[in-house]
């Protein structure tokens, strides 16, 4: 691996964008074929590269600099004041990069429900996936935040666009709440930058790891960023109170917008606090391991209760993802090892599980027009390979052992467990009332009477069995063979641990 | 030498630009509001002049600064009132009042 | 002063107002005897050219050292080059869309005033940037006001126009009558009109009387300041006169006119005003102190700005209050003042500069083509001319700050300046990011127009005339190369102008 | 015995092939259902044997690192575990053949074998599990086996619900088991079941935590084996096919609540609490099931409220410390209830209905499953020399001799219920007229009886390995180096075994009154509030209905409430006041040239004013 | 402060002046207000001349008393002068108006009522004409040139916006 194979990989779907270029507007096959295709080289690029790391070799090879913003004088600031163009990954963001890229793929093939103006619908996914990837290879906070907000216009567009009925209201909820995070977000990062003169995120780690004596910022200053940061990343996660216009988009957005965001997007939001907010701030996170903590199970039982009287699938669907982003803040609140890594599991595991639930809605939406539980039922009868793997996908979802979320849960609460014995286990009523509402949703569309005539009404075509089954079986890999993650987090965790020090 | 202090052409360039700027944000009369800036306009003179023979360095600066005031406002009272005439030739009316078509 | 004497002196560097001035006179002689029946466009052409030299010459000028002629009255500085180099870009960029302006009853019998008027405006904001004496200062401002007033108007059968140049006029007034006073009380404290006169002599106060007095001055400048650049609470002229004037005018008011402005703020404010202690020799400088109300005014134009822009259904009315928005995120930076200054407001001013002026040109030529100024009329745009509308999206999110584009870099700066300095503005920052945020709304509605809504009539086919291609072109290109590639600009700045180190020389 | 690993992965073989493949298959995926599940049962009665000659085994490697713990994932051979190898194994495999009789024409007959691989496959795994956390994985998916083939006739309302609440029920169990199971590791460091027992016997730690930890495993158990109060479900799971409700809801997955607490029995005695909450539920479970189970009309459900008492059987005699009493009736009842409900399914496959009031007289017309129906009846009411009575007889003795003498007494009375309500099944089923609408009732093919056969002679046999009379062979055996499981043999005054059999014969002697002679009236209890209040199931349903899913629903109610006026209403609140600021500001705008002015001065003068005020430059 | 003839004279302008300016807030005609303005103009060309600004007294009455005033008069002759009504202001702003100019008068008159900076003899009478010609052309010939474009471009703008072009388009359809 050699020269700016990170660059190629995160910029690789713009060849796509350049090609789509020159596609005329209405060869549907054509713009779908290449759409599909442009998100194979990263695919293999990240895929290429997880491998050749399980196999030993130093991600650091891959890291990428070069000049880009000077600010001020450099002759008089030299370094200070610099942003670089650094690119770089760790087991995690590798870890991120791959799930990035395959659920593109996916959700490109996804994509063939999409019934106008395919070209620009390709274009916005395409520069949609290299933020997403962008977002995980920086090295660098202000270059992070620029793939950050690369995310945010295609989303909006394609939220706006493609979406259902609503789409508007939802793609400008989706605009707003994600622009006061991004922008809170900016300011962490600026007050950073401005006090430090560098966004390296390693650099920033060892100035303020060494500033114990306050001089770059004031304890409550490091604390005032932190909070911040928490509702940054908070929105995009969502963390309750910030969680609505997430309903709104995964409701109104389509199926195969929604895999990438209910997949990706959210977990940026895990990802930066994970990577940022307990990198960069370990002794104030310590602080607020107890709020998150808590926070992570009001997310959980909160969620899992709206969930409980939902009548349209979506949404669902909405709350369970609100509801196991608790567990995410359940195990990041644990602070210890088993919390970070059920964490940082459960953001790969709910990204696979809820890109397969939502790729299943669009599969079914796209023949019955519905997914209002009361309207749908009996689905297994006329459908019964979507129906399984809907059931499958539930399992999964409410923690089934021998599927990923299982692993991620258990270890999340294994880890608060350890520290709040009492709040886990009011936690852990979630998981219960997770098997409900799943139940309650997914039988009722799946089992049951029949309403209606499933004739001419084809179960899973050939195209459609592909995500389905890759997403299914990551899933159960994950589950059933958790190493696939636990080694090349190992590097990271310790690095996490080191900084909290525990 | 003088009689009469700095402050007191002061407070003179003071109380005629107070004057001044409360008619021309009370007038209705455009042409009034028009002559109640040069009015303010010739406050800062009074000023400018005044400073320039009591002021810290006395100079003929203050002099010229005020002429090039004076030059300064006359253009603007001409290009002023072919504002006005202009737009009497479009609303019949020269109320301030009634010249308020773009708003909110 | 003999000839010799006068001509002892280095005129070369005036140069680019020598060509903007033979230009002017060339363009009325030329209006004057040119037959009715010959197009005026070829004077624009003409102007077009002669900003270009300008531009030209003053590329070759960069690279000296400060230059003076005639104790200050001219001062050829890298600060005034690095902004001059401002005011003449967007000026060339104006006046590409002025010559593509074809209002609905005709121009042609004043389209040679308007070219010329333009360049006389320019010239205001050339000596507006390039000296160090306030008398000269004064008279750049108004040479640019009085122009600006008759250009706002200047289209006199419409009524939307009279009435623009009218209200431009009554407050241009006002404001010039508060700047002149406060003018005279700086020069009466001081005794001399030449800045850096005026910094030597205030740098030793200490009587607190004329420190006061001074201080009292250094608002009536601002406040009067604050309204060529449209800043609160000078800012409410600025919708009615960018709505009812031309639309090329309104173009060169909220961009080359607002340059201008800051120009003359930032040079009045850090050699005079920052130079003076409030108690005593050494202390803390008056403009340290009154920093907090400039970050107050910055702070109520942003949220005026946009706020009061979600509620607007005209387009020209929209960008009226996205430029006042803009305005107090430029104010912001002047409210800092980091080291990073005049770098941030360059780049600023710069980015916004082309996103603004490319914004412009689509608008022109939207408003033109359907005859209304009603957002609606974007509806579809994607549809009817996807070019455009992409082009219009890119300017969009650069002003929104969108990374990718300049706008976003420029905010990057000016929130890194904010927060370098100790104590750092948070409150400050946080407003301008809460209300960026608010601009979302409105900006993307404008998105939502040309994107997801249907045309009305799909009929309409755009022709691009020439003269905004181009404009929209290297707006494009500008916005998103200094987005992608900002050391570009930046580079260039540290290059080529030493931090503006003499700026105090 | 190394690879004894090996046993599971034949079931899942069966799964995986059938759910890709099975398709094309159709019927003939039962072969090979059968054949992997044959594999499975030879291969474990190996393992017995050996078990009989060799030590415990056990293997393992890394599964899953968290920092520096691993958790480990492997297989442990010792005694519990391989007798229930045997047993778990042997009904899966009679199951397997029966099913092929009993869903022969079932269009989704491979579903229903794969389910069923993947079912044995997890019980498999369940019990060869060395630790607590392996043992919790295929818990759950005992559980997702049981929930599949529960609902396995998806169309069916009903057994919708009966699949929901299964799996919600014993999610509830199960979290409790979750809860405990990580306790416990925070005290230990461990899952592992040996590293358990030797930090509990060094006092590593304390005693509330051991109570606390074993009552919510117990809780597990609770929800799987369907004691009270978790005990709904197992009755409604009853709407999936019959060898299911055999093999999942009689022989195996219910009783592995009882093999959890054998497994962790070390634990619970270490807590006197916590055992006397497994009798006292145990005890409780048996008499309330029993009781409920006297007027029940749809034949599976007699049987199921009759497993539900048994498992409480079960777990009273694991919570007297009767470990091997426990064990005891749990291979025992594995065979019988496994024959019983085959025999009810060959009932029901006959005629169609599971109504016993529509039933009577099949005696004549089921000439092979009336007689095979009889023996599980007998051996379940513990009728002398059916494996029933030793195994009951054990418990009893456990319950006496633990100092239970209320739990005692209670147990006798469910025993006479069980006798009492068990033989009223027969006679309604077998005995008295035929009725007319039953005229094509045939029997079933020889696929369906020679498992039931096969079973009856353990029903019978069974009972043999561990007797008074006969030697204690199994009770020795399964305690064999392990004194902290007790005694494999307690000793108990010879008069409890005559009260047992007493009992259990007057039981069969009203029953037969009542319902074969009809010597006493049928609606001896019909009209009163009583037989109203067992035949509701004492409204348990209901008042969970009344309480637990309306106190969620309200909640949930309530939190909608708060999204939509509180979290919206905030968000609506702030976007409001924004736009309605840009209204105000906007309609300030009036147009009028001087307010511009006035705005811009008086903004002028306040800063100005201010400045002075504040400047400090007045004196 | 002595009582001298300059005083008296700074006195009596100063009167003139403001009560000049008073009649113009209070006058109902506007050809009034405007001849009270001429009053102001002229006593303030007085105070120049107190001042020693005998050039700029000139200046003053020239363009001041002189041209401005006419070209006011023009302006309303052209336009309809005849209208004197003066519609209700909203008192609400007159008031605040009010109370900012005197916030701003005192503010500023506290900062002013005893500046003195000395006197310094001065030469500014001597002259003064020359004085000031000398540094405009010598000094002051950048601002005083750049005067002279921004009066062009006042006197075309005034011709082009005042220019009454509508008969031509008459007679063109």
């Known amino acids: 691996m050699n020269f700016a194979y990170l660059s190629i990989l995160v910029f690789s779907p713009l060849l796509g964008i350049i090609a789509l270029l020159f596609v005329p507007k209405a060869k549907e096959s054509v713009i779908k074929t290449v759409g599909f295709l442009a998100t194979l080289p990263a695919l293999v690029l990240s895929l290429m590269a997880y491998f050749q790391y399980r196999s030993g070799s130093s991600l650091e090879r891959l890291d990428e600099m070069v000049n880009w913003i000077q600010f001020g004088n450099p002759n008089r600031l030299g370094e200070l004041f610099s942003i670089k163009y650094e690119l770089g990954v760790d087991g995690f963001s590798l870890i991120m990069l791959v799930l990035t890229a395959i659920l593109s793929t996916l959700a490109a093939i996804a994509s063939m429900y999409i019934k106008k103006e395919w070209k620009g619908y390709f274009m916005l996914f395409l520069l949609l996936e290299v933020g997403m990837l962008g977002v995980f290879a920086a090295e660098n906070l202000i270059l992070f935040f620029i793939f950050f907000e690369i995310t945010l216009i295609p989303t909006f567009f394609l939220i706006g666009k493609w979406g259902y009925f609503e789409k508007e209201k939802a793609a400008f909820s989706f605009l707003i709440y994600n622009g006061l995070g991004s922008a809170v977000l900016l300011i962490v990062i600026m007050v950073l930058f401005a006090r430090t003169g560098t966004s390296n995120i390693e650099a920033l780690t060892s100035i303020l ?117 608790g567990i995410v803040l359940i195990g990041l609140g644990a602070l210890n090892e088993a919390g970070i890594q059920g964490a940082i599991f459960q953001v790969v595991s709910h990204g696979l599980i809820a890109a397969l639930l939502f790729f299943l809605v669009g599969v079914f939406y796209e023949r019955l027009q519905t997914s209002n539980i009361p309207n749908l039922g009996g689905l297994a009868k006329g459908m019964p390979i979507t129906a399984g793997f809907l059931l499958a996908g539930a399992m999964a979802s409410l923690g089934m052992p021998g599927m990923s979320g299982f692993v991620s849960e258990f270890m999340a609460f294994l880890g608060l467990f350890r520290e709040m014995p009492v709040l886990a286990a009011v936690g852990a009523l979630g998981i219960i009332l997770t098997a409900v509402y799943l139940l309650r949703a997914v039988l009722g569309i799946t089992y049951g009477k029949a309403h209606r005539e499933f004739a001419g009404i084809t179960d899973l075509r050939k195209a459609e069995w592909v995500p389905a089954l890759v997403l299914l079986g990551i899933i159960v890999l994950i589950g059933v063979y958790p190493s696939v993650l636990t080694e090349p987090l190992t590097s990271t965790l310790e690095t996490i641990m080191l900084g909290i020090g525990g | 030498m003088s009689s009469v202090p700095l402050s007191a052409y002061l407070a003179l360039g003071l109380i005629l630009f107070c004057i001044g700027l409360y008619g021309a944000l009370t007038k209705r009369n455009i042409i009034i509001v028009l002559i109640s800036i040069e009015l303010m306009l010739n406050a800062a003179n009074i000023n400018l002049v005044a400073f320039s023979k009591f002021g810290v360095m006395p100079s003929i600066t203050g002099q010229i600064f005020a002429l090039f005031v004076m030059a300064v406002a006359a253009a603007e009272v001409a290009v002023g009132v072919a504002i006005l005439i202009a737009l009497y030739r479009n609303r019949n009316t020269v109320n301030i009042d009634e010249v308020n078509t773009l708003k909110h | 002063m003999d000839l010799e004497t006068l001509l002892s002196f280095k ?155 009218m209200k431009y006029v009554v407050n241009g007034g006002i404001s010039t009558s508060i700047t002149i006073f406060g003018m005279s009380y700086v020069y009466g404290l001081t005794g001399t009109t030449n800045l850096l006169d005026m910094a030597r002599h205030v740098i030793t106060l ?210 890194m300046g904010a927060l370098v300095v100790e104590p750092a503005h948070y409150v400050l920052v946080s407003i301008m990011i809460a209300t960026t945020v608010v601009s979302y709304f409105y900006y993307f509605g ?42 570009i600009a930046l580079d260039f700045l540290q290059g080529n102008f030493n931090q503006f180190s003499d700026f105090f020389q | 015995m190394e690879n004894a690993w090996i046993i599971p992965l034949f079931p899942l073989l069966s799964f995986l092939f059938l759910i890709f493949f099975g398709k094309r298959l159709k019927e003939a995926s039962a072969y090979i259902g059968i054949l992997l599940s044959l594999a499975s049962f030879v291969y474990s009665l190996l393992v017995l044997f050996e078990r009989f000659t060799s030590p415990t085994h056990k293997a393992e490697s890394v599964w899953l690192t968290i920092g520096d713990v691993q958790l480990t994932a492997g297989f442990e051979v010792n005694q519990l575990n391989a007798l229930m190898l045997v047993i778990v194994s042997l009904v899966s495999f009679l199951v397997h053949t029966y099913s092929k009789g009993y869903m022969h024409g079932d269009e ?28 919790y994985i295929f818990w759950e998916l005992v559980g997702l086996g049981s929930f599949l083939l529960i609902g396995f006739y998806f169309y069916k309302e009903e057994a919708k619900k009966a699949a929901k609440k299964a799996f919600i029920m014993t999610r509830i169990g199960d979290v409790g088991l979750l809860i405990g199971m990580i306790l416990l590791f925070w005290q230990v ?125 079960m777990m009273l005699a694991l919570g007297s410390a009767g470990y091997v009493a426990g064990v005891f009736h749990l291979m025992t009842h594995a065979f019988f209830k496994a024959l019983l409900f085959l025999a009810a399914g060959s009932v029901i496959h006959a005629v169609h209905t599971q109504d016993i009031e529509k039933m009577g007289g099949l005696w004549k017309k089921l000439r092979v499953t009336g007689p095979l129906f009889l023996i599980g009846t007998l051996a379940i009411s513990g009728v002398p020399l059916f494996s029933g009575f030793f195994s009951k007889d054990e418990i009893l003795i456990a319950a006496w001799a633990h100092g239970n003498t209320v739990l005692f007494w209670l147990a006798v009375i469910a025993a006479f219920f069980t006798a009492f309500y068990m033989f009223r099944l027969f006679f309604m089923v077998f005995s008295g007229e035929s009725r007319s609408d039953m005229k094509h009732v045939k029997e079933s093919p020889s696929v369906m009886t020679v498992p039931m056969m096969v079973l009856a002679i353990l029903a019978v046999v069974a009972g043999y390995v561990n007797t008074p009379w006969f030697g204690t062979f199994l009770g020795d055996w399964l305690t064999e180096g392990n004194p902290a499981l007790g005694h494999g043999h307690i000793e108990g005054p010879s008069w409890i075994m005559i009260v047992a059999t007493v009992v259990s014969l007057l039981g069969i002697f009203l029953a037969w009154l009542i319902y074969s002679k009809r010597s006493l009236s049928r609606d001896w209890l019909g009209a009163s509030t009583l037989y109203t209040i067992l035949y509701n199931k004492y409204y348990i349903d209901e008042l969970y209905e009344l309480t637990v899913l309306k106190v969620t629903k309200g909640l949930s109610l309530i939190l909608r409430f708060i999204e939509t006026f509180i979290v919206e209403g905030i968000v609506k609140g702030v976007s409001g006041a924004v736009s309605g600021l840009g209204h105000l500001g906007s309609r300030f705008q009036s147009g009028q040239i001087q307010r511009y002015g006035a705005v811009a001065f008086v903004g002028l003068a306040i800063l100005i004013v201010v400045f002075a005020v504040t400047g400090g430059y007045l004196k | ?78 336009t309809r002068h005849d209208d004197t009504k003066e519609p209700k202001t909203g008192l609400l702003r007159k008031l605040l108006l009010f109370l900012g100019i005197l916030g701003f008068a005192f503010a500023f008159y506290i900062g002013i009522y005893n500046l003195d900076f000395g006197e310094v003899s001065t030469t500014l009478h001597e002259n003064n004409t020359e004085q000031i010609g000398i540094a405009l052309y010598s000094k002051y010939i950048i601002p005083f040139e750049l005067t002279s474009v921004l009066l062009l471009a006042a006197l075309v703008g005034a011709i082009v916006l005042s220019k009454n072009d509508q008969e031509k388009e008459a007679k063109k359809e």
């Open chain 3, 206 to 415: 200490a009587d607190s009387q004329h420190i006061y007095l001074l201080g009292l001055a250094f608002f009536m400048i601002f406040v009067g300041l604050s309204f060529k650049v449209a800043t609160a609470p000078f800012h409410m002229w600025a919708p009615d006169v960018y709505q009812g004037a031309p639309t090329p005018v309104t173009a060169f008011l909220s961009v080359v006119s607002k340059t201008a402005g800051f120009i003359l703020i930032v040079r009045i404010l850090m050699v005079i005003f920052y130079n003076i202690p409030t108690e005593g020799l050494g202390s803390m400088p008056l403009l340290i102190k009154v920093q907090d109300y400039i970050a107050f005014l910055a702070a109520a134009t942003m949220i005026i700005g946009n706020v009061v822009a979600l509620r607007q259904k005209n387009i020209k009315r929209l960008f009226a209050y996205s430029s006042i928005a803009q305005a107090g995120y430029l104010l912001v930076v002047v409210a800092s003042m980091s080291a990073f200054l005049f770098d941030t407001l360059w780049f600023y001013l710069g980015a916004y500069l082309f996103m603004n002026l490319g914004a412009f040109a689509i608008i022109q030529l939207i408003t033109q083509k359907t005859g209304s100024e009603d957002i609606a009329e974007f509806a579809g745009l994607y549809r009817k001319a996807p070019i455009l509308a992409i082009a219009m999206a890119v300017f969009i999110l650069s002003l929104a700050g969108i990374p990718g584009t300049a706008g976003f870099i420029g905010k990057l700066n000016i929130f």
């Open chain 4, 108 to 135: 989704r007959f491979h579903v229903y074998y794969a389910y069923l691989g993947l079912f044995t496959f997890a019980m498999l795994g369940l019990v060869l599990s060395p630790n607590l956390l392996q043992t």
């Open chain 3, 446 to 487: 404008v998105m939502v127009q040309m994107f997801f809504r249907p045309a009305a009539n799909d009929e309409v086919k755009f022709k691009l005339p020439a003269g905004l291609g181009v404009v929209i072109g290297v707006c494009v290109f500008a916005t998103i190369l200094f987005g992608v590639a900002p050391n």
């Open chain 5, 1 to 78: 402060m002595t009582l001298s003839g300059e005083f008296f004279a700074f006195i009596s302008l100063a009167l003139v002046a403001v009560v000049g300016g008073v009649l113009l807030l209070n006058l109902t005609k506007v050809v009034h207000m405007v001849l009270a303005l001429v009053f102001t103009f002229v006593s303030i060309a007085g105070i120049f001349i107190l001042l020693s600004a005998e050039f700029l007294a000139a200046v003053q009455i020239l363009i001041y008393s002189g041209a401005i005033t006419i070209i006011m008069l023009f302006g309303i002759m052209l």
């Open chain 1, 209 to 325: 790891a060494a500033d114990s004596s306050s001089l770059v910022l004031s304890e409550g200053g490091k604390m005032g960023l932190l909070i911040a940061m928490l509702i940054a990343f908070g929105v995009k996660l969502p963390i309750f109170p910030l969680h609505s216009w997430m309903v709104r988009v995964h409701v109104q957005a389509s199926p195969s917008v929604v895999m990438l965001h209910a997949g990706i997007l959210l977990k940026i939001g895990a990802y930066g606090i994970i990577r940022f907010g307990m990198g960069i701030f370990p002794e104030q996170f310590q602080d607020l391991a107890v709020l998150i903590a808590v926070l992570g199970v009001v997310n959980l039982l909160y969620g899992a209760f709206l969930a409980l009287v939902q009548t349209d699938f979506k949404m669902v669907l909405a709350y369970s993802s609100i509801s196991h982003m």
């Open chain 3, 11 to 165: 005129w070369s560097i005036m140069t680019p107002e020598f060509i903007i001035l033979g230009v002017i006179t060339l363009l009325s002689l030329l209006d004057l005897f040119m037959a009715k029946s010959v197009n005026r466009k070829l004077l624009g052409w003409l102007g077009l050219a002669g900003i270009l030299g300008a531009l030209i010459s003053l590329l070759s000028l960069m690279g000296n050292g400060p230059e003076t002629i005639l104790y200050d009255t001219f001062r050829l500085d890298s600060f005034a080059i690095a902004f001059k180099l401002l005011l003449l870009i967007g000026a060339a960029l104006v006046f590409l869309i002025a010559i593509s302006y074809e209002p609905k009853e005709g121009l042609n019998e004043y389209r040679g005033e308007f070219y010329y008027l333009f360049l006389a405006a320019l010239l205001g904001a050339m000596m507006m940037s390039s000296s160090g004496d306030l008398i000269t200062l004064f008279i750049g401002l108004e040479l640019l006001s009085i122009s600006s007033y008759i250009l706002a108007g200047i289209r006199k059968k419409h009524s939307g126009s009279n009435e623009s140049a």
């Open chain 4, 189 to 313: 460091g461990s899952f592992e079941y040996d590293e358990i027992f030797a930090a509990v016997e060094a006092g590593a730690v304390s005693s509330t935590m051991i109570t606390l930890t074993a009552i919510l495993i117990f809780i597990g158990a609770v929800g799987k084996s369907g004691q009270f109060p978790l005990h709904t479900w197992l009755p409604d799971a009853m709407e999936g096919p019959t060898p299911v409700s055999a093999l999942i809801h009689a022989a195996t997955m219910v009783a592995a609540g009882v093999y959890l607490v054998a497994s962790l029995f070390p634990l619970f005695t270490a807590s006197e609490t916590a055992l006397m909450t497994v009798a006292i539920i145990g005890a409780f479970t048996a008499i309330f099931a029993a009781s409920i189970g006297l007027v029940q009309k749809d034949i599976k459900r007699v049987l199921a409220y009759s497993t539900v008492s048994q498992l409480g059987y």
